[in-house]
């Protein structure tokens, strides 16, 4: 394929612990993950809002893939109490790199006191 501006790239990192993470998959273990997600070394999770118009959603399943599936502890967490969020933008998940064309969003969710 003939690219004529070579763009300089990055891997996503996770914001906690700026480690490199993996790609989002197909999360196992609940038909109602809509999106595709994963989990960082230190003990983040991930979930991937496509097109940056999910953010709502994308942060509700976030919360439950940190709760191991169970909404209702997830629906009684505080941020900032109990949890942290971040957010890593212009995420392009057919490449795996961030690229600023790219619109894709990882939201992260890190709790603060692991059960
Ligand atoms: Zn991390």
Redesign the pocket.
């Given at each position: 394929m003939l690219n004529l501006y070579r763009e300089k790239t990055y891997p996503p990192r996770?914001p906690?612990?700026r480690?490199e993470?993996a790609k989002p998959a197909e999360l196992a273990g609940g038909m109602w993950y809509e999106f595709e997600g994963g989990i960082?070394?230190?003990?983040?999770v991930f979930a991937h809002d496509p097109t940056a118009r999910n953010g709502g959603a994308v942060l509700l399943q976030a919360l439950v893939q940190c709760c191991h599936g169970d909404w209702d502890e997830a629906l009684s967490l505080a941020p900032e109490v109990d949890y942290d969020e971040g957010f890593v933008g212009h995420y392009n998940s057919l490449t795996h790199r961030l690229e600023s064309q790219a619109f894709g969003t990882l939201v992260f969710i890190?709790r603060r006191s692991q059960p």
């Amino acid at each position: 394929m003939l690219n004529l501006y070579r763009e300089k790239t990055y891997p996503p990192r996770c914001p906690f612990c700026r480690a490199e993470v993996a790609k989002p998959a197909e999360l196992a273990g609940g038909m109602w993950y809509e999106f595709e997600g994963g989990i960082c070394r230190c003990g983040a999770v991930f979930a991937h809002d496509p097109t940056a118009r999910n953010g709502g959603a994308v942060l509700l399943q976030a919360l439950v893939q940190c709760c191991h599936g169970d909404w209702d502890e997830a629906l009684s967490l505080a941020p900032e109490v109990d949890y942290d969020e971040g957010f890593v933008g212009h995420y392009n998940s057919l490449t795996h790199r961030l690229e600023s064309q790219a619109f894709g969003t990882l939201v992260f969710i890190r709790r603060r006191s692991q059960p």
